[in-house]
């Protein structure tokens, strides 16, 4: 299904602000949800790379340990660059009716996983007027479920790059880490260059300087040689 909404902040977001990545709080019902869409095809499956758009559940007590989230593939039309995504859910329609208290699909407005795709993505309609909001500032303002099956997920604050030394190389799994914590085109430019970036589970380690997009990272002055460590 399309993604109107989605597509206009997306693009209204990189002109603007010059940012891939954002998040945002909604409501259906009771439940609260909290969403990140990333414009940078960061993953693939069997029809190629996609734009994830996460969706999880926000407990507030009520359901006791009830979690739930949610990943979308977004792919853009090459045609009318028009952002869409199947709203099937498979094995997480269950789990997520059960939050939303629904117990069938019969009556006058019957829910459907196509209505809260489109609930989910008109959603993020105020970001670019509210940007402050709703930026990634640290790894911390990306959901918890997102940050999961990384190397070292535990290690949350990012505390500098590292130079790898000639034979040595960036293991897959720290870009892995990159790409999905940075974004693409920090990921790819720290593979050119043969750089790690360094992480720490000691919030007194974390730098203030936290590489949000592709400029902030030449701020740093990377891309002009650099010790064996920055920090």
Not at 13 to 29: H, I, Q
Not at 116 to 131: K, P, R, Y
């Amino acid at each position: 299904m399309d993604l109107p909404v989605l597509t206009k902040v997306s693009d209204l977001v990189l002109r603007e602000y010059n940012a891939t990545r954002f998040k945002w709080r909604f409501s259906d019902g009771k439940a609260c949800f909290e969403a990140f869409y990333s414009s940078d095809p960061l993953e693939h499956d069997g029809h190629g790379s996609y734009r994830p758009l996460m969706v999880a559940y926000v407990p507030d007590g009520s359901m006791g340990e009830a979690s739930w989230a949610h990943v979308y593939q977004v792919r853009r039309d090459r045609g009318t660059g028009m952002l869409f995504a199947d709203p099937y859910l498979g094995h997480d329609m269950g789990n997520l009716m059960r939050i939303l208290g629904i117990v069938g699909r019969h009556g006058g407005n019957p829910w459907s996983a196509r209505k809260f795709l489109d609930h989910v993505q008109s959603s993020s309609a105020g970001i670019s007027s509210h940007w402050s909001s709703h930026r990634i500032r640290t790894a911390l303002d990306l959901p918890a479920a997102y940050r999961k099956d990384v190397e070292e997920s535990d290690k949350v604050y990012w505390c500098g790059w590292r130079q790898n030394p000639p034979g040595k190389h960036q293991s897959e799994a720290n870009y892995q880490k990159t790409l999905r914590w940075l974004g693409g085109e920090i990921a790819e430019l720290c593979r050119s260059m043969n750089v790690s970036t360094c992480w720490s589970a000691d919030p007194d380690a974390a730098r203030t300087d936290f590489p949000l997009t592709l400029a902030d990272f030449r701020k740093h002055g990377l891309t002009h040689g650099w010790p064996s460590r920055i920090s």
